[in-house]
């Protein structure tokens, strides 16, 4: 009996899991209906719902112009000894070398009806499959182009393509702006350079991703346009259902585009904006470049022997200027931090804080030459900690962001950055009481630490900005 009834268990399961099974194929039958529906309908309005719109343009954080000349301190004054003594001995944090993540992907198997595509991306060698029906050749540029390049991309099998390109660029660690740069340089390889052809590959591909974006186009011209998690200045951008579409490049930056044609409505669950925040470590490791720093502090030089990837370099001069945060905060590479935090953990280890403070601020002050953006690139760019090392000048939101870097990770004492009118600086939550230009910041006393101005220990401000209004720009 106890055997019968077992049997009749497994039967009443295998029917279930059939049922199931018949279940799961109607839903995904219904869904890729309703897909296709979906797709449809979103062509259709593609050919109709097109308007002119005025761009608007973020200029400069700055309201006034940066100083050209940095002063120097020429005789600089030690701290005194009774801040020195008072001053504990800093606990240096444990530099922990970080293995160097290589990434190498499996080759997909060959895919029925696809095309191969090799390239690179940057140095890194891609091996991307893609439908060989992805073909499209223009004659002029407006909406009806648009819309029959939507259509002939929904007809291939573009599932597993993304499917491809999301193992790629989670192997390698890449945020979103690197994603971004990586599906515009698979479609400049599938499309033969054609730039036209790769924003609107690139445009299908992150909406079906589910990032807000747009096409416009203007004469001949097709741009691509996404909403962003952040501010981007000097970019231009159209308002559209009280929503900011800026105007990407791939590496170069577009001038002011004063007129667009683009349309007003939003490819369904598209609810995610592009974020150019690097909160985990990007796996650029190849073309290694060395370089050695030399600086003076209390009559004695020191070389710092640094390590970093010019391929993360040209990847950084892709980025549109934005919120501060985004640099301050960024993730740097473990080949860079390997390098200089173990070279100056050595060189401040037994030192006081004070001391170990205003050596990093040495480094930092003197190592390199300053010029302002305008000077140095045509245009205002913040750069990344590994920036600051590769270019011959920087000037003061580099130093400040550079600086704080290095005080995050050697050292367990909170900073934050200081922003006047014209001019970037930090501060630094001391451990014990010093005499110089502080403030109380949420409960807790900060002293200045400029790393622009040449030889001011801690505690010191440019003449220019001592007692001047600033905003606080809050540190991870």
Known sequence: MNKVFFLFLILISISTANEYQKWLESQSQQY?????????????????????????????????????????????????????NNSPIVIVKPIKKLPLKYTTIKKEKNIKNFITKDFLFYSIEISIQYDKKTNFTPKEINKNTI????????????????TQIESYTNNLGLNDWAKYQFIYSLGLNIFEDNSNNANLFTWYILTKMQYDTKVGYYLNKIYLLSTLKHNLYQVSFFTLNKKRYYVLSNNEKIQNINDLYTY???????????????NKEMHFFNNIKNKI???KFDKKEYLIKTQYSSDLIDFYKTFPQSDYKIYFNSKTSSLFSNSILEELSQIIH?????????LLLRFVQTTFKYKTDHHHFGSE???????????????????????????????????????????????????????GENFKYKGKRYTIADPTYINANIGISMPQYKNQEFEVISLK
């Open 264 to 278: 007003q409505m939003q490819y369904p669950q598209t609810n995610k904006s592009i974020s150019l925040e690097i």
């Open 381 to 435: 760019k913040v750069m990344f900690p590994e920036e600051t090392i590769d270019y011959p000048y920087s000037d003061c939101e580099d130093r400040s962001i550079l600086f704080s870097y290095l005080i995050k990770n050697l050292l367990d004492i909170d900073v934050i950055g200081i922003k006047y009118k014209n001019h970037i600086a930090t501060a630094i939550a001391l451990s014990s009481k010093l005499n």
């Open 350 to 358: 037994g030192k006081s804080e004070i001391d170990a403070i205003n």
């Open 293 to 295: 720093l030399s600086f």
């Open 147 to 162: 819309s029959n390049f939507w259509d002939m991309m929904s007809k291939t099998q573009w599932k597993k393509l993304i």
């Open 32 to 84: 890729n209906i309703y897909k296709k529906d979906m797709d449809k309908e979103f062509s259709d309005l593609l050919k109709k719902d097109w308007k002119m719109f005025k761009s608007i343009q973020q200029p400069s954080t700055y309201s006034k112009p940066k100083p050209q000349n940095i002063p120097i301190i020429r005789n600089p004054s030690n701290n005194t000894t009774k801040e020195i």
